[in-house]
Nanobody, 114 residues
Framework: QLQLKQSGGGLVHAGGSLTLSCAVSGFSVTTYPMSWYRQAPGKERELVAF????????NFPNPMKGRLTISRDAANNTGYLQMASLKPEDTAVYYCYAPTFGRWGQGTQVTVSS
């Protein structure tokens, strides 16, 4: 069964770092692309990071560009989003997404305090 199960997130002070995980079942994370989105209260869901299936292409649209690292671990079949220099405006629910299959993770809350 195809499933994306997220973990990580939580409360962090401004300037801090967090790593989000997306454990996948049903397909290989090192074969298919993965994206990360976020949705703040009252705002639309927006793309923050993308990695191609082969891993040779990544994309980090604004506004988190330069503060993110996206990666995959074949052994754990898990995708990761490392976030650094977090700001209060980064507070949102973060989602992993498998675009090939149209499947979302359940979302995880990230709260950045000032």
């Amino acid at each position: 069964q195809l499933q994306l199960k997220q973990s990580g997130g939580g409360l962090v002070h401004a300037g801090g770092s967090l790593t989000l995980s997306c454990a996948v079942s049903g397909f290989s994370v090192t074969t298919y692309p993965m994206s990360w989105y976020r949705q703040a209260p009252g705002k639309e869901r927006e793309l923050v990071a993308f990695i191609s299936g082969s891993g040779d292409r990544t994309n980090f649209p604004n506004p988190m560009k330069g503060r993110l690292t996206i990666s995959r671990d074949a052994a754990n079949n898990t995708g990761y989003l490392q976030m650094a220099s977090l700001k209060p405006e980064d507070t949102a629910v973060y989602y992993c997404y498998a675009p090939t299959f149209g499947r979302w993770g359940q979302g995880t809350q990230v709260t950045v305090s000032s």
